[in-house]
T-cell receptor
Framework: DQQVKQNSPSLSVQEGRISILNCDYTNSMFDYFLWYKKYPAEGPTFLISISSIKDKNEDGRFTVFLNKSAKHLSLHIVPSQPGDSAVYFCAASAKNNFNKFYFGSGTKLNVKP | GAGVSQSPSNKVTEKGKDVELRCDPISGHTALYWYRQSLGQGLEFLIYFQGNSAPDKSGLPSDRFSAERTGGSVSTLTIQRTQQEDSAVYLC??????????????FGPGTRLTVL
């Protein structure tokens, strides 16, 4: 039973436009969320995180939004660049076991020039 | 560089054989994780080491899987009597000591295991 779900396996966006990647979770104990980016043949790299005490965290072109009531988070990339083309994973951990992370299946983003 | 390294990068083995996968974490990182990613799936947590504490083995899928971490540094993931469903990319990550929220995981490039 996957506790973190990314229902869109792929997304294609034009350069300069906004990319919105979505993630849903089921465990109400999750209180810390992260996004990772993965290029082919490389390990994932950390992108941005958010604690459940916030509903938004921004870092440059990347913003993560958290809707706790809907158990939903999203990653916004604006403006999108071709170099953003990668697989994006969301992950979550719970306050009672915060070193154990649950990952979604990933969304492959393609930013077209 | 000083990133997480894993070896081998690719491993092809026959069903029933044992395999060992190695992870060299970033120096000074106290936490070490093993994940696997099967085709079309997310990263599946396998095991977590933190300092000298007992590891969290709750993600190991069967008793054919084991891992150890020697001297608080290098880790080896061993899969005995491999099965075709073990085919996946096995990823190792480490993270530095610190308060929660700062414990970003740094991933290695992974080992792609193929069981024929």
């Amino acid at each position: 039973d996957q506790q973190v779900k990314q229902n869109s396996p792929s997304l294609s966006v034009q350069e300069g436009r906004i990319s919105i990647l979505n993630c849903d979770y089921t465990n109400s104990m999750f209180d810390y969320f992260l996004w990772y980016k993965k290029y082919p043949a490389e390990g994932p790299t950390f992108l941005i995180s958010i604690s459940s005490i916030k509903d938004k965290n921004e870092d440059g072109r990347f913003t993560v939004f958290l809707n706790k009531s809907a158990k939903h988070l999203s990653l916004h990339i604006v403006p999108s660049q071709p170099g953003d083309s990668a697989v994006y994973f969301c992950a979550a951990s719970a306050k009672n076991n915060f070193n154990k992370f649950y990952f979604g299946s990933g969304t492959k983003l393609n930013v077209k020039p | 560089g000083a990133g997480v390294s894993q070896s081998p990068s690719n491993k092809v083995t026959e069903k029933g054989k044992d395999v060992e996968l190695r992870c060299d974490p970033i120096s000074g990182h106290t936490a070490l994780y093993w994940y696997r990613q099967s085709l079309g799936q997310g990263l599946e947590f396998l095991i977590y080491f933190q300092g000298n504490s007992a590891p969290d083995k709750s993600g190991l899928p069967s008793d054919r899987f084991s891992a150890e971490r020697t001297g608080g540094s290098v880790s080896t993931l061993t899969i005995q009597r491999t099965q075709q469903e073990d085919s996946a990319v096995y990823l190792c990550a480490s993270s530095p000591p610190g308060v929660r929220g700062k414990d970003t995981q740094y991933f290695g490039p992974g080992t792609r295991l193929t069981v024929l």
